[in-house]
């Protein structure tokens, strides 16, 4: 009796070490460089080991949620920059975000030559967590051969951190990051010009300064450039919410248009746009207008169509002004998932010398232009 007691806890502790034996292998053999792999190859138990180090707030795109104690100062530092600053602060730079392509898209290749970018970020005031959260996301999820450079453009900002500081700092990042500063507050479209200007790049990529690119978010978009040197990539863009930094999938079945007072807005893509791409929503929508903030553009095309009116002072005013100016395909990369926040802004970012935004336009729109 007292030998098959024994024997069993031989065999057990046996079994135990072959388990641990196959689980090291498999993590460290063929399964080491590919995540792919190794999520169908080991059971989700073992996966959960694997990513601990997705394990930190925000992580996966997670939502931070602020203990009670800190809610009172939290709602001071959210008034700064009309998001929540304490969660943006909390989450790790270069935090993890889900891949929510479709599955088409995943395995989906492209040729090795495409067009490199160069990515023109335009900043205010802009908090230094969302700032270098957009920088590392682009630099992490780019492929480094067709990253050019970061080429960022203060639009006179006055905080204190955004000027040394941020030079020592991405002086040590592995892609060249530049910043331009604009002399005094010049809006958006002068500062973006400023930026497209110094791009070196084949392409031009314009982002917003509170982004974070996700995985595979970069090839689609210069594809499309290099199957046609005149389309106009827009990423899909997700949301990442002003109050918890969680990030959320946009939708691939919404294009840009615009209402009768000439404002942008998302609409459903039509049927006729389903039927021309035989049900498969991985390939690019056209779209009659595209949302002016998160575009991709051969910098050579983006000269001949005479850029950005310098004029534009209007927030907004630039999503139909591209549009219009761009008669061939303007497309949305349907591959590419992006993820732009915080979104819903409360209090809508203004510029000096605002005017009525419906009369510039029409005024704009009778010369023909
Ligand atoms: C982010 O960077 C830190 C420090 O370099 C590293 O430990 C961590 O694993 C990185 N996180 C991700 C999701 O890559
Ligand atoms: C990107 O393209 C430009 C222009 O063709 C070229 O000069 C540059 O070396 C390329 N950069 C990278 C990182 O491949």
Not at 126 to 144: D, F, G
Not at 152 to 162: G, K, P, T
Not at 270 to 293: F, H, I, S, Y
């Amino acid at each position: 009796m007292r030998r098959f007691v024994y024997c069993k806890v031989v065999l057990t502790t046996s079994l135990v070490w072959v388990l641990v034996d196959v689980f090291l292998l498999l993590y460290f053999s063929e399964c080491n460089k590919c995540d792919e792999r190794k999520d169908r190859s080991l059971l989700p138990a073992l996966r959960a080991v694997i990513s601990r180090s997705h394990e930190g707030p925000g992580e996966m795109g997670k939502a931070v949620n602020v203990p009670k104690d800190d809610q009172e100062k939290m709602k001071e530092l959210f008034k700064i920059n009309q998001f929540n600053l304490m969660a943006s602060d909390i989450i790790a730079l270069n935090r993890s975000l889900p891949d929510v392509r479709l599955d088409g898209c995943k395995t989906k290749l492209y040729p090795d030559d495409l067009p490199n970018t160069s990515i023109v970020i335009v900043f205010h005031n802009e908090a230094w967590s969302t700032l270098l959260r957009t920088v590392h996301s682009v630099i992490n999820r780019s492929p480094r051969h067709l990253l050019m450079e970061v080429v960022l453009v203060d639009d006179a900002s006055e905080r204190d951190f955004l000027q040394k500081k941020l030079e020592n700092y991405v002086r040590t990042l592995e892609v060249p990051v530049r910043i331009l500063r604009m002399e005094q507050r010049s809006g958006l479209i002068r500062a973006r010009l400023r930026g497209a200007a110094a791009t070196k790049g084949q392409v031009i990529t314009f982002l917003d300064a509170h982004c974070e690119c996700t995985v595979g978010w970069l090839e689609p978009l210069l594809a499309r450039i290099k199957e046609d040197r005149t389309s106009v990539v827009c990423p899909i863009i997700d949301v990442i919410s002003d109050e918890t930094f969680e990030y959320m999938a946009g939708s691939d079945m919404t294009y840009g248009g615009f209402n009768w007072k000439l404002n942008f807005r998302w609409y459903p893509v039509p049927q006729r746009e389903m039927d021309r791409r035989k049900g498969d929503r991985t390939l690019p929508v056209r779209t009659p207008t595209m949302a002016g903030g998160l575009f991709s553009i051969d910098k050579t095309y983006f000269e001949e169509i005479g850029s950005y009116d310098p004029g534009m002072d209007i927030w907004g005013g630039e999503n139909l002004e591209m549009s219009f100016r761009i008669c061939s395909a303007r497309l949305i990369g349907n591959c590419n998932m992006f993820a732009r926040g915080p979104r819903f802004r409360k209090a809508t970012p203004t510029f000096p010398r605002n005017g009525p935004v419906s009369q510039e336009h029409s005024a704009w729109l009778k010369s023909g232009g």
